[in-house]
């Protein structure tokens, strides 16, 4: 809601969308916690389009997913990692489709279900790019990264968690299972410095005590220089004050 006011022209279509996806998440999450006391461990059968064994909780999150929002009138087509092809949403050509393109992966990390290790969804939304009417199309999936209009992940961990970003900085939500609902738990704002495991190894960071410390490389090379001063100053010493070895 904070983000419509950002945008007086917004129709609160994408918004819904989002309470669409938490809806599956909801379902996805409570299946994920009752793994082992339930029938949705192990393989389905099945080679998905990557290659991959299809796990059940695999074909169960695919599947809730798209119903979700299926339905809804909110998108025209949906793109899964386990289907083979895009799944155009069914409308009389005459009407007019869904605003929006919905590309998805609903459970990343399928080979840590059974070791009880974090999973998670990922997804991608765009514009439809084809005529407002009927059904989408493959035209409508194959879009540049830079044109989707949201994206983000969902957790299932310790805790279930969805974050996302419009481009106005990243929203995370934690859901609270007592009251069902996702709760804002963390924010990034826009103009926050993007940082990564691979970018923090090559920057310089502020050490514990309050320094500007250095990066791995450049600590590394200052420890060998230190090192070979060190012995160097220990080899001068002892050729300049002889010791007797007399005992």
Do not use: W
Request: proline residues 4%; charged residues 20%.
């Amino acid at each position: 809601m904070e983000q419509e006011r950002l945008h007086p022209e917004a129709t609160g279509e994408l918004s819904n969308l989002l309470y669409d996806l938490c809806l599956a998440a909801k379902i996805i999450s409570r299946q994920v916690r009752r793994a082992g006391l339930t029938d949705i461990l192990g393989e389905f059968g099945a080679i998905n389009v990557q290659g991959e064994v299809q796990q059940k909780l695999d074909v169960f999150a695919n599947e809730t997913v798209r119903h979700s929002v299926e339905h809804t009138g909110r998108v025209c087509v949906v793109a899964s990692e386990e289907d083979e092809q895009p799944i155009p949403v069914q409308v009389r050509e005459d009407r007019r489709g869904g605003k929006y393109v919905l590309l998805y992966d609903p459970l990343d990390g399928s080979t840590n279900i059974g070791v009880n290790v974090s999973i998670g969804t990922i997804f991608s939304i765009h514009r439809r790019t084809s005529t407002k009417k009927g059904p989408g199309s493959l035209a409508d999936c194959l879009q540049k990264g830079r044109a989707q209009v949201a994206a983000g992940y969902i957790l299932y961990g310790s805790s279930t968690m969805l974050v996302y970003t419009t481009g106005q900085g990243v929203h995370g939500f934690t859901l609270d299972p007592t009251i069902g609902e996702f709760l804002l738990s963390h924010r990034i704002p826009t103009s926050a410095r993007p940082m990564s495991a691979r970018t923090t190894a090559s920057t310089k960071v502020t050490g514990t005590s309050g320094r500007r410390g250095f990066s791995g490389s450049s600590a590394r090379s200052r420890m060998a220089t230190a090192g070979r001063s060190r012995r160097r100053t220990r080899a001068t010493s002892a050729r300049s004050s002889p010791i007797s070895t007399a005992t």
